[in-house]
């Protein structure tokens, strides 16, 4: 079954980042693979309710993270992406600290500590399953 | 006024009378009278107390309608009778808008609230016509074929009588580019509400039905203008005299039974989905009486119409929906202006 995503439009991260998050996800988990297409920026954007610029936004980046391979009224195309060099320090650094803050945000909206430190076990365990 | 015309007329009133009845409860699931509500809120004592009252209005007027067309219209004559007929059939749409509209308002209390959660497939649609692009284009190349002939009479045919049937050639050609256009916009443009599963099949067929509704109107409207600019232009007499209005107005007949009878049939099999409880995707805020759909922020150019299971309604929050609007309706004053 195809994929889908769901974006919030009320929520306080913006549209064309939750945009990128969930495509990551699905890109990284496997569940689009290399020469899948995906829809154009237009459909996308219609079925989301957002603004073609927000979607347009979101496939420009994981096209520049090397995901995606634009065709202009086509819609976009996974591309077999090389798995990356190991990030610079200073790049590590920052990722943890994107995550220290999405931890404090869910904090925030009163999500309990010891529920996030047991779905991140979760997720950790099954991180080290696929590798 | 012909008898066959009247009874037709009459059968007109009948079958838009029950299909303005049946659309209310054959539209998707968690929509009613133009508001987003629980799926089961149609089964509830408040729901049936607001439909019969609507119900009530339309069937009410449709008996006036039909009575004033037996006892009025046969003793009137000349330029009377037709333009009366217009007025009846002008009243009773109008009775069925504003009664609409009235249900929309008592539905309002019960409206659910509106979800901000979108979610989309990232299947591709198709991008393929249903019946092939030579269907999709069949009115444009009857009006173009019917211009071949009128052209080939050019230099016999009186300047007047040439103009008069270019006119509704014309008209034809801006009409039918209208109605194929929003024809595509339905199939290609609307918003996929459901993302997958059988929901989205059941949802992508309503889309295409709605596709070919507007593709035989397109015939439909061609078969009128083509018809009177040839016997104008005295090309054939073919379609000359009551009996080819007779007949055109048999097939339109025909064509509101199968849909009415299409309708019918898909009442009460709308498929109730979680999705369903988020109605079609937009706000209730950004439709005016259920009606009219205003929302700036909305890329969609159509969205699907809340007054009926086929078709779409333009996105007034959108400028291009106005340049639409006004086109229909400017555009056969311009042409009288400009062209006769």
Redesign the interface.
Same mark, same amino acid.
């Given at each position: 079954m195809m994929a889908t995503i769901s974006i919030d439009l009320n929520a306080s991260v913006p549209a064309y980042r939750q945009i990128v998050d969930a495509l990551r996800h699905l890109l990284v988990n496997g569940e689009l693979k290399p020469g899948d297409q995906i829809p154009t920026v237009r459909q996308l954007a219609i079925d989301l309710g957002v603004h073609f610029n927000t979607v347009a936004q979101a496939y420009r980046l994981l096209a520049d993270e090397g995901w995606l391979d634009l065709k202009r009224r086509r819609g976009a195309i996974v591309l077999d992406r090389l798995q990356p060099a190991a990030p610079s320090k200073k790049r590590q650094q920052q990722s943890i600290q994107r995550l220290r803050e999405l931890i404090a945000q869910l904090q925030a909206e009163g999500i309990p500590a010891n529920q996030i430190a047991g779905q991140l076990r979760a997720l950790a365990a099954t991180l080290i399953k696929g590798d | 006024m012909p008898l066959s015309i009247l009874i037709l007329m009459n059968l007109g009133f009948v079958l838009a009378t029950i299909l303005c009845c049946v659309a209310p409860v054959a539209q998707r699931s968690g929509i009613f009278f133009g508001v987003t509500v629980a799926p089961e809120f149609v089964r509830t004592p408040d729901a049936r107390r607001i439909l019969w009252r609507y119900r009530r209005s339309v069937i009410v007027t449709t008996l006036l309608c039909s009575a004033a067309l037996w006892v009025v219209v046969p003793r009137l004559t000349g330029l009377a009778a037709p333009l009366t007929s217009s007025v009846l059939v002008f009243l009773g749409t109008g009775v069925a808008i504003v009664s609409t509209a009235i249900a929309s308002k008592r539905v309002r209390p019960f409206a659910s609230s509106y979800s /901000? %959660? =979108? %979610? $989309? &497939?990232? @299947? /591709? @649609?198709p991008q393929t016509l249903p019946g092939g692009r030579f269907v999709f284009a069949g009115p444009m190349l009857i009006v173009a074929a019917a211009h071949f002939l009128l052209l080939t009479r050019h230099d016999t045919l009186p300047a007047e009588t040439y103009r008069a049937a270019f006119a509704l050639l014309l008209t034809a050609y801006v009409a039918n580019a209208l109605l194929m256009w929003v024809a595509w916009l339905l199939l290609f @443009?609307? =918003?996929?509400i459901c /993302? &997958?599963g059988s929901a989205s099949a059941h949802e992508s067929a309503d889309k295409r039905f709605g596709y070919g509704l507007r593709l035989m109107f397109a015939y439909d409207l061609t078969a009128f203008m083509v018809a009177p600019a040839l016997t104008v232009a005295k090309i054939t007499q073919a379609f000359k005299g009551p009996s080819f209005l007779t007949i055109l107005m048999a097939v339109q007949v025909i064509q509101t039974a199968i849909v009415l009878a299409l309708a019918i049939k898909r009442r009460g099999t709308s498929i109730e989905t979680p999705a369903a409880r988020n109605g079609d995707? %937009?706000s209730d805020a950004c439709w005016k009486y259920g009606l009219i759909y205003y929302n700036p +922020? +909305? /890329? $969609?150019f159509v969205v699907g119409t809340r007054t009926g299971p086929y078709g779409c309604d333009l996105n007034f929050g959108n400028k291009w929906s106005w340049v639409v609007s006004f086109g229909l309706v400017a555009m056969p004053v311009l042409i009288r202006l400009v062209w006769l």
């Open positions: - | /901000p %959660t =979108r %979610t $989309a &497939s990232l @299947r /591709p @649609r @443009r609307t =918003r996929q /993302p &997958s995707g %937009t +922020d +909305d /890329p $969609a």
